[in-house]
């Protein structure tokens, strides 16, 4: 009888439910200098860790952010204003480096179109895993619609890795990604600031 009580409680012991620990930074703290350890909720998987650089108007801002997550997908991306890298992990506190500075990814030969504040007609450089070209275009605005009648939204194209591409789910955006040098077009289309920050926090907070 004994014996079978302790065989059961190893059991209980074995299978109960784990919860999975990673390393997160408060949204406050920009440059995650002060990562402190966080039990995750049920159901987050995973431990995430992003590394984005922000330009614009010649000032380039670096944004660091770490966390548990239940959707997260490897990879990075460029779209000319947001350079962004993500790495994901499973295990307890396997977050605790930061993920790569985008900046120092050796290119890898595929090329795709950005958007400045003028046009569409730019030809960038991908990196690392970005093996995809994306479109990212608001669905009431025409790619080649001008600034009187796009009501202060604007296209995002750049460089994504699949994995990235894959799991982007289409909102208020229509998405679009393709394989090859250059297959996301080069339409000339005109962008707002406006739209450009709120590019900059779905790009940051969706890992």
Known sequence: MV???????????FTAGHSLSCYECS????SCSD??????????????????????????????????NNNCRSGSLNVGFLRNVVVCCDTDQCNAQHAPDPRTIVPNGNKCYYCDEKSCLNIMSCSGSEDRCITVTPKNL??????STSRGQRVVKGCYSQHV????????????????????GAKSVTQSFLFLCCSLLFFILLY
């Open 142 to 147: 025409k790619e080649t619609e001008v600034s």
């Open 3 to 13: 014996l079978e009580i302790s065989v059961f409680l190893l059991f209980i012991l």
């Open 35 to 68: 990562q402190k350890l966080k039990t995750c909720d049920s159901g987050f998987s995973k431990c995430s860790s992003s590394t984005a650089v922000h330009q614009t108007g010649g000032i380039t801002t670096l944004f660091r952010s770490k966390g548990c």
């Open 27 to 30: 949204p406050s703290d920009k």
């Open 165 to 184: 591409c894959n799991s982007l789910v289409s909102g208020p955006e229509n998405i679009s990604c393709c394989s090859g040098n250059l297959c996301n």
